[in-house]
């Protein structure tokens, strides 16, 4: 397994063998938006309230949060309580975990939740279900940091391997819509992505570690006196394994043990029922560390761990390390799929061997075949180290091996259009001992990177371009102790082709069809367009923004996700290689007014099915339930608990908008129970939400509730 990380920067150390850090990383198989939202209970946008420890013994971080939005699920009140691993315990004790997201207090996010059974709730899928909000060039976008995590993928002959996560961003209007659509049983493509926009650099939710982060490296000191740390695994074993894996954790301690480079001595427990990850390795997520569960179909996080260690200092060779006091790895339910195979054993054995580098303290190498790269050999290697490895070790626990110099900048770069869609680069090598070039490219957003050419290379073909377009480009050389300057920037145009845009579409009308959609139609002039784009603004202001991508020959579409009693205009032009139609005629509509709809079969639907309203139970003998709605008149109705026959609370949601001295819609109700009692009341016009609680071990106290609900106006 790998553990992915967010890259800590040690400034005492610029070491490409194994970057020195204290902690691990995540693998997942990227999971579809469409697969996030369905396994999630409860989906929010919400803004950082608060950030703290757990006072929980595993070290975790607890982030109160406030609803600024819900997108699906039911309404947990106005904050919830988002809890996870890393941080500091009670008693001191920190454990980091590179890959999970982190956020400060005022940072806006969505986030896709499950309840956790503490009363708290867990990220979907540990650092797939959590996007921090970020403007860039005007725009909301929503980002996960995953450049540092592991993605496995499936290759041409359906092996899996690891290749270096990443992400697209998305724009937050777009994507709530989206969520809240499909949450809704209203299907539309993904059409929220904001491909080359060049984001800021930024973190999501890791663990509150020392000082807030310290920077400084981790290690264990027992080896120093000749000591050993020895590991368990849990006796129900990992499934998908002839002998629960025993056989291939073993394989892997002893591949740090026989270094003969430093002094690691990681040695084999036995098994234990226990599943505690003090120098313990369990399987099938037994603490529900990991929010969600693992699937060959769909992806998600393998597993997660690392060292736990003190914020106390102590020094080795001159370094100022936080010593290591226990480390542990949890795997995910549902991952032995992923050892099917003739080659699931090799394979195992190199995951667990590259997870136990993390907990040495060692981060993801640079170096291609090294056993920490993040990339998952094919074939195996199994538990092998490489020499990045043993001179890594060798700095952290015995002798340092000083990195090479960095190489020398190339030079002389040039460009020059090979094609319509290719650009071929020459450059002068001006170094001996590079591992790679490493090529970057800028349309217009930024440069990033493209490209990689081999250790000696002098050219190389970007390919997959647009016609008739003006690139840059700039390379640099790598090797393990760093990278070299940038060379010059050259500049090409690829070549252009002969054409013509298509004629534009004319006769757009548009309908209101929902409150909170219009349907559009116009007249197709074209017969070599391959798209329509639909583009919309607000009547009364602002410019206007796509909404989607039609195929060629579309006459109609239907913008949905809109606001109730709002006016929008829309446009269409068509679409093909050689450019975009001019602009159809501009049409303006307005959505019709909220229809109010209570479909949950748990709730009271009253007040002219404008409210909803749920209750939930919970006895001193920890019995937990919900409520079963019996609706009396279109105001009142009553809940049981334990027997249709026996009527536990009695409410009435009344319509007082009538009443100018307060005007707004009163809650009563009375009980005949002494248990805990939570009571949901929603204004589903408003979107308005407060419960109603009543204490365990108290005979129930009736509502009388005339000012919550001043919600007459809202449509």
């Not at 757990?54 to 988002?82: F, N």
């Not at 080896?223 to 894996?245: C, I």
């Not at 446009?571 to 501009?586: I, Q």
């Not at 026959?645 to 005007?663: S, W």
Request: charged share 15%; with cysteine; hydrophobic share 40%.
């Amino acid at each position: 397994m790998f553990y992915s990380s967010v890259r800590t920067l040690l400034a005492i150390f610029v070491l490409s063998l194994c970057c020195l850090v204290p902690a691990g990383a995540t693998t997942y198989v990227m999971m579809t938006d469409e697969a996030l939202v369905d396994t999630s209970s409860l989906i929010v946008e919400a803004r950082v309230v608060s950030v703290s420890g757990a006072p929980v013994e595993t070290p975790s971080t607890d982030y109160r949060v406030e609803i600024l939005r819900l997108l699906k699920g039911r309404s947990p009140g106005a904050e919830v309580v988002v809890r996870q691993l890393g941080g500091i315990n009670p008693e001191g004790r920190a454990m980091k975990i590179w890959g999970l997201t982190r956020l400060g207090i005022g940072d806006r996010a969505l986030l896709f939740l499950l309840p956790r059974h503490d009363g708290t709730y867990g990220v979907n899928q540990l650092i797939l279900g959590a996007f921090r909000e970020v403007e860039v060039s005007g725009e909301r976008v929503a980002v996960r940091d995953l450049e540092g995590a592991s993605e496995l993928r499936a290759d041409a002959s359906g092996k899996l391997a690891s290749v270096s996560g990443g992400d697209r961003p998305r724009d937050v209007e777009g994507f709530s819509q989206w969520i809240a659509q499909r949450a809704e049983k209203r299907f539309r493509p993904a059409d929220y992505f904001r491909d080359g926009l060049v984001l800021p650099k930024y973190n999501l939710f890791a663990d509150a570690s020392c000082g807030g982060g310290d920077g400084r490296p981790i290690r264990w000191f027992t080896f120093d006196s000749g000591g050993s740390v020895s590991f368990t695994s849990n006796s129900s074993g990992q499934p998908g394994l002839a002998d629960g894996g025993v056989s291939e954790i073993q394989a892997a301690l002893a591949a740090w043990t026989n270094d003969s480079s430093s002094p690691i001595s990681y040695l084999y427990g036995g098994s234990t029922a226990s599943t505690s990850t003090n120098n313990n390795i369990v399987f099938d997520d037994p603490n529900n560390a990991i929010s969600g569960s693992f699937s060959c179909g769909s992806g998600g996080v393998v597993a997660v761990g690392g060292p736990s260690y003190s914020c106390s200092l102590q020094t080795h060779n001159g370094q100022t390390y936080h010593p290591t006091q226990s480390a542990g790895v949890t795997t995910q339910n549902g991952i032995g799929c992923l050892f099917a195979g003739a080659g699931g054993i090799t394979l195992a054995e190199e995951m667990f061997a590259h997870e136990l580098g993390h907990t040495l303290g060692l981060d993801h190498s640079a170096v291609s075949g090294a056993l920490m790269n993040p990339i998952l050999h094919s074939p195996s290697i199994g538990a092998t180290l490489s020499p990045d490895e043993v001179a890594a070790v060798a700095f952290l626990y015995g002798t340092p091996v000083a990195p090479p110099a960095p190489p020398a900048v190339p030079t002389n770069l040039v460009a020059a259009a090979l094609s319509t869609s290719q650009i071929q680069l020459t450059w002068i090598d001006a170094s001996n001992n590079e591992d790679t070039f490493r090529i970057e490219m800028n349309s217009g957003f930024g440069f990033s990177e493209i490209l990689a050419a081999g250790a000696n290379a002098t050219q190389i073909t970007a390919g997959g371009l647009s016609p008739s377009t003006n690139y840059s480009f700039r390379i640099r050389a790598r090797n393990t102790g760093g990278d070299s300057a940038y060379s010059n920037t050259a500049s090409a145009t690829t070549m252009g082709v002969a054409g013509s845009a298509p004629s534009a579409p004319t006769s757009l009308q548009a309908t209101p069809a929902t409150s909170t959609s219009i349907q559009l139609t116009w007249n197709d002039n074209a017969s070599d367009e391959t798209s329509y784009v639909v583009e919309m603004r607000p009547t009364a202001s602002g410019a206007y923004a796509p909404i989607a991508t039609l195929a060629a020959n579309a006459t109609s579409y239907t913008a949905t996700g809109l606001t109730a009693l709002t006016s929008y205009t829309f446009r269409v032009k068509a679409h093909n290689g050689f450019g975009d139609s001019g602009t159809s005629n501009e049409a303006a509509a307005t959505t019709l007014a909220n229809v109010p709809t209570c479909s949950d079969p748990n709730a009271l639907c009253l007040a002219a099915n404008r409210f909803s309203v749920t209750a939930t139970f919970d006895t001193v003998a920890g019995q937990h339930g919900t409520g079963q709605p019996i609706r009396l008149t279109a105001d009142t109705g009553y809940f049981w608990f334990f027997a249709a026959t026996n009527v536990e609370v009695v409410i009435k949601v009344l319509d007082a908008c009538g009443f100018t001295a307060r005007p707004a819609f009163w809650v009563f109700a009375s009980g005949l129970t002494d248990v805990h009692v939570a009571i949901t009341v929603t204004d589903l016009t408003s979107g308005q939400s407060h419960v109603f609680v009543n204490p365990i071990r108290t005979p129930f106290q009736p509502i009388q509730d005339t000012e919550t609900f001043q919600t007459c106006g809202a449509h």
